[in-house]
């Protein structure tokens, strides 16, 4: 049988779950599984950086988790990461966080395995912690310590489940992920620059401090203000998730945009299918797809 990495698919409802599962953060890298002792991306392409490739050859088989550039949490994790680790060149400070193992026996067995393993290379490895959860309440007070440290959501794993090739299903219940915004992914297809807004400050009848949006007292400020994406006949625009400096870098990039792929999260879709606050998360490699 053709080998896949396990996925993880949509938790349902967390009153519904089959308790106990173990939760982990989750981590928003990019994937990684040593497959004849080279490192691979989730569609089995090699791990484009020289270093990191260098780094990780030869390690156990079968080592499953995700690679990350810097700290695991942050706005720009996902951006680093995809920028250290599908470029060719350059050291990137990174490390594998390791929460799997493709092997037979129960999740709880292929942890110990790879916790053990990641525990005696050392850096850049390390072993995801994982929490025991017995019910709906505890889960709860689990997720809210991992939003609260940064991550952007939980990733369930029944103890006695399998490693399936391919992505798991919600019934099946062997790898689940819990997060209040989705992520998707997106095709630029135009930008838009930031104005700074001179128009006088005035406070309104709710004591609140407001402006006018008048034109003639909006100036250009040379820096990116929102990306204009596509995804499939839906056109919107994401102007959150930026830095100051990225603002400024992507806006002199500008006409090499085009056709990049975005991955970015957002909180629902609008009847007419548009992502509500959609927030910018770092660019998709064709190599990570």
Same mark, same amino acid.
Do not use: D, I, M, N
């Given at each position: 049988m053709t080998f896949r990495p396990m996925l993880a698919v949509a938790a349902p409802a967390i009153e519904t779950l089959r308790y106990p599962l173990l939760a982990s953060p989750k981590l928003d890298g990019i994937r990684c599984v040593i497959r004849d002792g080279l490192p691979v991306t989730r569609n089995l392409k090699p791990v484009p950086n020289k270093h990191i490739a260098a780094t990780l050859k030869s390690a156990p088989e079968g080592l499953d988790g995700e690679l990350i550039v810097g700290a695991p949490v942050g706005a720009d994790v996902m951006n680093r990461t995809a920028s250290g680790v599908m470029s060719a060149e350059g050291s990137p400070a990174f490390s594998f966080h390791v929460f799997d193992c493709v092997a037979e026996g129960s999740f709880s067995r292929r942890l110990a395995r790879a916790g053990f393993a990641a525990d005696m290379l050392g850096h850049p490895f390390t072993a995801v912690t994982h929490t025991l959860v017995r019910d709906a309440a505890s +889960?709860? /007070?689990? %997720? &809210? #310590?991992? /939003?609260? !440290?940064? =991550? %952007? $959501?939980?990733m369930l794993r029944d @103890? %006695?489940? @399998? =490693?399936k090739l391919g992505r798991s299903t919600a019934r099946e219940g062997f790898l689940l992920k819990l997060k209040r915004f989705q992520d998707a992914e997106a095709t630029i297809v135009g930008f838009v620059e930031r104005f700074h807004n001179g128009n006088e400050a005035r406070i309104n009848a709710l004591g609140l401090t407001e402006r006018s949006t008048h034109k003639a007292h909006k100036t250009p400020t040379g820096t990116l203000g929102a990306l204009v994406l596509q995804q499939g006949d839906v056109r919107f625009e994401v102007g959150t998730g930026f830095d100051d400096a990225l603002r400024h870098q992507l806006w002199? &990039?500008? %006409? #090499? +945009? @085009? $056709?990049?792929? /975005? *991955?970015? *999260?957002? !909180?629902q879709l609008t009847p007419d299918g548009v992502p509500r606050f959609p927030v910018f998360l770092g660019f998709r490699s064709a190599a990570d797809l």
């Open positions: +889960l709860g /007070v689990f %997720e &809210e #310590s991992c /939003v609260t !440290q940064g =991550y %952007e $959501g939980v @103890p %006695e489940g @399998p =490693y002199a &990039e500008r %006409e #090499s +945009l @085009p $056709g990049r792929c /975005v *991955k970015f *999260k957002f !909180q």
